[in-house]
């Protein structure tokens, strides 16, 4: 039999494991709920061994699926999200429950970093400024709240590399998520940064780092059995989901960009320079302020043989499942009715109305954004004459208008082609015609889906060898279904549309503000 290749995307509301040929063909998909707990408001947390639990049977149910031979796989590769914290003990237990990349609770922390200057001077050094849930951010929440955890640390890990250590014994990272750590442009650990920041804990906590597309390690025969993998299995370093879903699309070259219309939506560009469209040593991040010291917003990383450079929309296609959620009864009947998806049926509503939504604005930060915590959702210019189907056309576009005016915020310079649109938004024609237009360049949708664990799959592939760089394995695992072609009608109109979109996000942001604030303290 082929040699199969195994790709486990960990994400924050689905983990998947998708076996594929070495030809990108999909042989076995099994999908599992993420856990996540909510100890406290805007506190996103969860068990360690609830994540391993949900992993291994994902994993054993593609391994036991029967066109699957389990002796046949080649690799192993990982993908889970980005940021966050995951700490272990010197025993290998959890220190405390893993803190997701959708947490808040270091938001005060990261305003009193930004009122003192340690936020710019952090994004000095590092690249990017703190935001609330990247590892340097919560350390310092943890220093303040949870002092005793931050004691019995030995190492600190990222999502997919606690399932690496489950998997193979061994603890590391990736260059793509060990660069969190590094200064903007290099390789080692800035080490300093944890006196900088006044952290208590020391940064021999930081875990070693291995090649996305080197092996970290093989499937221990304690996870074997856990798993239903083969003992002796190599399991690559892999990358975090924004990495994995970009390469997953075919990402790989300097110049490519990627939407992702996932529960989070990210617009990704490839570069071979970090300081591509950057002045070089400014604090430009995810958390900055739109302009703040002329630095594009956004994060780079490392990235195969280059950097990647991104930003994330805290809630994208979450914002199409929230409001039919709530207001889309009368669709879901009638795809019942019609034997369709519900989603085909909510394409052909927001299809029938025009482009703009007759004046009708959103903005789909219903979980906050990445530049401000406190942002929020919102329906703008509504009038007795619109209907549900104008809103929901509205959120469509507002979801495509965060993330079309993100790209081109990454790419001042605008040197950017072969743009590649993915999740599980680009399954919608409708909305990949709508991202079209809002960017103004044809987007290109891949073949099958999963992108994440396709692009975790290709790092196996390369950790075994099967192909011999990412050049290869792209060509070979990854193919592109159809085009989608600007309407330019509709491109001029979001062109100005995108201005009213700022225009209203900076007006409204005090207000949001306000109204976080009375929540707190439940002042109303």
């Known amino acids: 039999m082929t040699d199969l290749l195994l790709g486990v995307d960990a994400g924050l509301t689905t983990t998947t494991a998708v076996v594929f040929d070495t030809d990108g063909e999909t042989v ?7 856990p996540t707990d909510r100890p406290a408001t805007g506190h996103r947390e969860v068990a360690l061994e609830d994540l391993w639990e949900t992993v291994t049977d994902a994993i054993g149910a593609v391994m036991t699926a029967d066109a699957v031979d389990p002796e046949a796989v080649a690799a192993v590769g990982l993908s889970g999200h980005g940021h966050g914290l995951y700490l ?11 803190i997701k990349s959708t947490d808040s609770r270091a938001a005060g922390l990261v305003e009193e970093w930004e009122a003192d ?11 990017y400024a703190p935001f609330g849930a990247d590892p340097l951010s919560l350390l310092g929440w943890l220093d303040r709240h949870e002092p005793d955890a931050l004691d019995r640390t030995d190492t600190v890990l990222f999502c997919k590399d606690y399932l690496g250590y489950r998997l193979t014994g061994r603890r ?18 800035d080490r300093d940064i944890f006196d900088a920041l006044g952290l208590s804990v020391s940064p021999d906590v930081l875990p070693e780092v291995v090649p996305s597309g080197a092996a970290r390690g093989q499937v221990t025969e304690s996870a074997a059995a856990e798993t239903g993998l083969p ?8 990358l975090h989901d924004v990495g994995a879903t970009a390469l997953g699309t075919g990402a790989h070259e300097a110049g490519q960009a990627v939407l992702i219309v996932g529960t989070w939506g990210q617009s990704i560009v490839v570069l071979d320079d970090p300081g591509t469209g950057v002045e070089v040593g400014t604090g430009g991040g995810a958390g900055a302020k739109p302009g703040a010291d002329d630095a594009p917003p956004g994060l780079t990383r490392r990235y195969l043989d280059g950097y990647i450079r991104y930003k994330g929309l805290r809630s994208a296609a979450v914002c199409l499942d929230w409001f039919t959620g709530e207001v889309g009864d ?13 989603y085909d049926v909510y394409d052909r509503v927001a299809d029938d109305v025009p482009a703009g939504a007759d004046g009708l604005l959103f903005h789909p930060y219903l979980d906050g954004s990445t530049d401000d915590p406190t942002d929020r959702g919102g329906f703008y210019g509504l009038t007795t004459d619109h209907t549900k189907a104008h809103m929901l056309r509205a959120v469509y576009e507002g979801v495509a208008l965060s993330q079309s005016a993100a790209l081109s915020d990454l790419t001042p310079d605008g040197a ?18 709508v991202f079209a237009s809002a960017v103004d360049e044809p987007l290109r949708v891949p073949a099958g889906e999963e992108a994440g664990a396709r692009g975790a799959a290709i790092c196996g592939a390369l950790a075994a060898g099967v192909h011999p760089d990412d050049a290869s394995a792209v060509d070979a695992m990854v193919a592109i279904e159809r085009r989608h072609d600007p309407d330019p009608d509709a491109a001029a109109l979001y062109r100005e549309r995108r201005a009213t979109f700022q225009d209203a996000l900076d007006a409204i ?11 707190e303290t439940n002042v109303y």
């Open 231 to 238: 003992a002796g299995t190599p399991v690559a370093g892999g």
């Open 509 to 519: 942001r005090p207000t949001w503000a306000r109204l976080n604030a009375s929540r």
């Open 117 to 127: 200057g340690t936020a710019a001077r952090m994004g000095e050094r590092l690249g």
């Open 88 to 98: 272990l003990d010197a025993d290998g237990r959890q220190v405390r429950p893993a």
């Open 172 to 189: 590391c990272t990736d260059e793509m998520e060990g660069s969190v750590f590094s200064r903007a442009g290099e390789d080692e650990y």
């Open 28 to 34: 076995a998909t099994a999908s599992r709920e993420t």
């Open 416 to 433: 950017v082609g072969d743009v590649r649109l993915g999740g599980g938004g680009a399954r919608s024609a409708v909305w990949s015609d």
């Open 330 to 342: 009368e669709w879901r009947r009638r795809a019942t009715e019609e034997d369709c998806s519900e």
